[in-house]
């Protein structure tokens, strides 16, 4: 049990350490590699630099839009089924 504790404080002091540079990842993924609204940027971005562990927290739990990549998933499996029908 202490092993698991030693652990988890470890990384917890990770994550401090490095919650800046986290930030900045964090910030040039939600600007450059998501296409969203620019308010849920600036709201993000916010969140991110004003609370930042929890900002960092709920962007790993909330931020991700799921439903869209599921629909990207599903698009990609439908063309592999029209080419994969138009080849035969």
Not at 9 to 15: D, E, G, K, S, V
Request: charged letters at 25%.
């Amino acid at each position: 049990m202490e092993m698991v504790w030693d652990m988890t404080r470890n990384i917890f002091l990770w994550i401090l350490d490095n919650l800046v540079f986290i930030n900045i990842l964090l910030s040039i993924i939600i600007i450059f590699f998501q296409r969203r609204n620019p308010t849920a940027v600036w709201t993000w971005l916010l969140v991110l630099y004003f609370i930042p562990i929890v900002g960092f927290l709920l962007y790993l739990v909330v931020g991700k839009d799921y439903r869209k990549s599921k629909m990207f998933k599903m698009k990609e499996i439908e063309d592999e089924i029209k080419y994969a029908v138009r080849r035969q």
